[in-house]
């Protein structure tokens, strides 16, 4: 059974410069002359941890975490203005010519997953491989199942909880009214609608192990929330069914795709979907896991999957 390596601390962190008004946090760990990997975070708006550099052992990878656009330690927090999924595939190419590296492998999970994907199909020459945990292929489909005809079916109460937040008129459109609700000038109508995104986020994504934060929502969180939403609304800013559509593109690459049996958020479908679009990939059900990047199972695949990129490419 596979375990996350030993802590570490990165040899180097800088801002990076976008043109405009985003500076994006970029760092590297591990060894410098080692194989580039890219680790790509969820949310959107989640951020990078500490813990995302154990992943990789740090002898064979040069490991390259950065917080998207908005987002964790990159500047300004929350900004959604030029903010969209091409321009953080954009900076993605800017970190890899700004660190001089001719190819790098993709690992991501959920959202990241999605942003590996699509920056593999802009850039299939770049790319030695895709580690892909939790696939969110950011359809109607997949929105509708998390706010609409889904998983609501499975915590009814706390679905309801969600839709009382919202005005009456939204009843019967949560993701509308959470969309104008959470972006509304009622500040306090704003927070209370994103507590209950949170809280359902979490609990959808965690099960059992969620801990309800007790806390008001505060000025990051709702920032937080109203970007994850920003995408949300404008379908994450790209064509629906674009990632499957795309996948011949990526057939020469090689894949490991990772998925929980027990994943609420994204559902198991979504990865099978994908790995009938990229039938060569090495694709791993976990009987025991569900949609986070934790637990035993879950990060004995995982490290184990970059174990064997670090022998294979």
């Known amino acids: 059974m596979r375990v ?21 946090y970029v760092e590297q760990s591990g060894n410098p002359a080692g194989m580039p990997v890219i680790f790509l975070h969820g949310g959107p708006c989640s951020g990078t941890r500490p813990d995302h550099r154990r ?5 064979r990878y040069h490991i390259i975490l950065f917080d998207q656009r908005g987002c964790g330690q990159s500047l300004p927090f929350g900004e959604l203005q030029d903010n969209t999924t091409q321009d953080l595939l954009e900076d993605m190419e800017r970190i890899r010519t700004r660190l001089g590296l001719r190819q790098w492998l993709l690992f991501g999970g959920s959202w990241g997953g999605t942003l590996a994907l699509l920056y593999a199909q802009q850039h299939p020459h770049s790319v030695l491989g895709m580690i892909l945990r939790g696939v969110f292929l ?5 929105m509708d199942w998390f706010l609409g005809n889904g998983v609501n079916r499975i915590y ?8 009382d937040s919202l005005p009456p008129q939204f009843a019967d459109s949560v993701q509308q009214g959470l ?34 934060d007790a806390e008001p929502v505060g000025d990051q969180a709702l920032k937080q929330v109203r970007m994850e939403l920003h995408y949300a609304r ?4 790209i064509k629906e069914n674009q990632i499957l559509d795309n996948c011949w593109l990526l057939q ?34 976990l009987s025991h896991a569900g949609h986070i990047a934790r637990g035993e199972q879950m990060i004995d695949a995982l490290v184990s999957a970059s174990d064997k990129m670090a022998r294979i490419l």
């Open 4 to 24: 996350l390596y030993p802590a570490i601390t990165p040899f180097h962190t800088f801002l990076l410069e976008t043109g405009g008004i985003h500076q994006v």
């Open 55 to 59: 992943f990789f052992n740090p002898e």
């Open 138 to 142: 950011a359809r109607q489909a997949d």
């Open 156 to 163: 009814p109460r706390q679905w309801q909880d969600l839709k």
């Open 179 to 212: 969309y104008r609700t959470v972006f509304a000038d009622d500040e306090d109508l704003a927070r209370r609608a994103a507590k209950q995104w949170l809280r359902w986020g979490g609990l959808v994504a965690l099960g059992n192990e969620f801990i309800e």
């Open 234 to 237: 404008h379908g994450y800013f």
């Open 252 to 285: 020469h690459i090689p894949a490991i795709i990772v998925h929980g049996q027990h994943d609420l958020t994204c559902p198991l479908e979504s990865g099978w979907l994908l790995h009938q679009a990229l039938p060569a990939a090495d694709f791993q059900i």
